[in-house]
């Protein structure tokens, strides 16, 4: 009773005001988040000295680890630097900053260059923003600071109860200094972090190594685990060894080696990231082990509750203890753009409402990536914590929750602790993620694993495990392919004429039910039901109000299409996968997205996954339009395909509308100059994908390799035939003929059109004695395609209508005649036909590049769109910052002349 009435009179007599609380959103969320989590329900705390031990483990190839002066004071097209954009993110914190390096608020950049300690400050400060390895051993370091300050004042508790209260307020200064606390510390906490080619940089001198070198000289518990690979002459020949090591820091600064085992041999066999962490996990300590990714953070307040965490492996979970305690995230990149946010709140359901239902009560929760806390001893014993199998293992996370599974294990899921996550913030990052899990989740359908899983759950498990797992892929592809399947019968309903004959025949029979059958429309759009539970998530934490408001907001910034434009992403990559294999590792990059991306960049990016797709579902909608019959008329069709014209528009123009700066038409004069001089620059040994398009073309041939897969192309490419069989007979150069000479008339003239695309192929450079001949044979034949239109546009019944009708059905037969002359490449290429298959598909790459092209082109015609996108794209702030960076740049550009 004589403590809680001196802790009471402590609380009552602080003396602290509503002035103090901090104005930072920031630090107000954690306060919020601590706050509510200590009435949460989460196992009391043993002491310090009889916690288990745990060990922190983080793998690192070659990421950022602090930012240079150099990276920086970089501007980009715009004239934008990190520092700017920072300065801008970041206000308050910026002058918190400068007061603490005594610098005036109103210093100009350079004169933080002046001192080398203010420039190594900047540099953390700038880091600390960032996605970088300095923010993750910040944040885990944290781990042992708090349990330095629990051991201190444990200790104080235990020797003198009085002077405790007395000397609490000097605690957050002299716990750090207390011999006792830091070895307990010490002994209960340990952090690895696995830099796989450390060794390499530090031979060669990379800024990488020697930033790593700063970190473990700033933090006496940061352990680095490498492979040093040492070249020999062993018996007069070559001989390379591999040794895993784990150095620290000594006093002097110097790395100081603590364990070396030697390796068989090389242990980069299967995927880098798994084989990074199995050959470094012998180092780690202790009864568990936390997997962090370089790219995460921690907060002091929530590493308090690490030893409560701790505590769940003997708590009753079920039929078996915890193997795996999964541990809430909290995204920190959010604020950085639109998208981010979006990625952000997608991300925070799951992590939040999605896994708490997985654990309990579904019971199929798995390992997502990190911050799970792993039963060291339970995994370690078992195969270990990651699994690394070269492509079939590209989600190498979530093979350790299905070994774990298997194994008896049980992996449950805790909010009342969080670590913070940075997620990719630009469309092309997040693309290349959700291309990378997508195509993993292909892999995973090809797994035993999935297969093993499935036998031994009994039913509702195995359900609930399919639809949280391959299952959400499958059935995002199904939803895709209901679109195409149910336009497909629409044209094929209006080409053949059996969709006008059948509701005549329902208005004469009075069939209603047959007539609504007919007239079925999409009232909602697909992509907007990937966001339910995002909603939902919002109503839980936020309230109903909040969610409506924070939903209709999200709206505004077109979130719609992010989401619509996504499920094409997943559709796409995890489709690929199933029909040819071959999912790899994409590194998708942690950078801010202040830059412009190119258009050249973004069509060689999204060419295949989404603009080839987009373009077939307008196409399949305009010949509905031309032929379709419809007793609605417009509002039908309308209604009929709104949904449809809004998935295309999204597949086509989504990475250009989320594109900064994508609409000024400076930049995009640059980008169409830039797209030409990638579309017609010849391949060649050695020449890059980003440099030609040849060599680019060529690269998206590669996933085409087996005879199945060869098989599967081909079956799939022969849609596009439909298109041609069905218009010709709706031309009025047809005779309203129902022959099949028509049709066979039809592929005379695209005969005609293939040595018309033969003879404008011709290289000049391999007929250079030949020039004037050559010119003269193009002409010939141009004027006699025209000459030959104009006549029968004359003296036949062939209209104008005819021409453009033409178009539709010649466009997708060309294109399903390149798709299967690119599927069987060995035998086209052995009868020499591979230059004018390479010709043709460069046409309809500059065809689809120039209908992507022209609205965008018109768009930057008008400065308000631009102005728009900057602030749809960005925070109100960085707006206006970005907008006087514009207006200072040109001054600057004008002064010079």
Sequence with gaps: MKDMIKRLHSLLTIKESAANVPKNLEASRRLQFFTNSLFMQMPLARPVSEMLSFSVFTPYYSETVLYSIAELQKKNEDGISTLFYLQKIYPDEWKNFLTRINRDENAADTELFSSANDILELRLWASYRGQTLARTVRGMMYYR??????????????????????????ADTHFEYSPEARAQADLKFTYVVTCQIYGVQKGEGKPEAADIALLMQRNEALRIAYIDVVESVKNGKPSTEYYSKLVKADIHGKDKEIYSVKLPGNPKLGEGKPENQNHAVIFTRGNAVQTIDMNQDNYFEEALKMRNLLEEFSQNHGKFRPSILGVREHVFTGSVSSLASFMSNQETSFVTLGQRVLSNPLKVRMHYGHPDVFDRIFHITRGGISKASRIINISEDIFAG???????????????????????????????????????????????????????????????????????????????????????????????????????????????????????????????????????????????????????????????????????????????????????????????????????????????????????????????????????????????????????????????????????????VEDFRDWTNWLFYRGGIGVKGEESWEAWWDEELAHIHTFRGRILETILSLRFFIFQYGVVYHMHAGKESTSLSVYWVSWAVLGGLFVLLMVFSLNPKAMVHFQLLLRLVKSIALLVVLAGLVVAIAMTPLTVLDVLASILAYVPTGWGILSIAVAWKPIVKRFGLWKIVRSLARLYDAGMGMIIFVPIAICSWFPFISTFQTRLLFNQAFSRGLEISLILAGNNQNAGI
């Design 145 to 170: 600071k708090a349990l330095m300050l629990q051991s201190y004042l444990e200790r104080m508790h235990s020797e003198d109860l009085e002077s405790a209260f007395d000397m609490a307020g000097l």
């Design 402 to 668: 299905f070994n774990s599974t298997l194994r008896q294990g049980n992996i449950t899921h805790h909010e009342y602790i969080q670590v913070g996550k940075g997620r990719d913030v630009g469309l092309n990052q997040i693309a290349l993620f959700e291309g990378k899990v997508a195509g993993g989740n292909g892999e995973q359908v090809l797994s035993r694993d999935i297969y093993r899983l499935g036998q031994l759950f009994d039913f509702f498990r195995m359900l609930s495990f399919y639809v949280t797992t391959v299952g959400f892929y499958f059935c995002t592809m199904l939803t895709v392919l209901t679109v195409y399947i149910f336009l497909y019968g629409k044209t094929y309903l209006a080409l053949s004429g059996v969709g006008e004959s059948i509701q005549n025949r329902a208005d004469i029979q009075g069939n209603k039910a047959l007539s609504v059958a007919l007239n079925t429309q999409f009232l909602f759009q697909i992509g907007v039901f990937t966001a339910i539970p995002m909603i939902l998530g919002f109503i839980l934490e936020e309230g109903v109000l909040t969610a409506f408001v924070s939903f209709i907001t999200m709206q505004f910034q077109l979130c719609s299409i992010f989401f619509t434009f996504s499920l094409g992403t997943r559709t796409h990559y995890f489709g690929r996968t199933i029909l040819h294999g071959g999912a790899k590792y994409r590194a998708t990059g942690r950078g801010f997205v202040v830059r412009h991306i190119k258009f050249a960049e973004n069509y060689r990016l999204y060419s295949r996954s989404h603009f080839v797709k987009g373009l077939e579902v307008a196409l399949l909608l305009v010949i509905f339009l031309a032929y379709g019959f419809n007793n609605s008329g417009a509002i039908g069709y309308i209604l009929l395909s709104i949904s449809s014209w809004f998935m295309a528009l999204s597949w086509l123009f989504a990475p250009y509308v989320f594109n900064p700066s994508g609409f000024e038409w400076q930049k995009v």
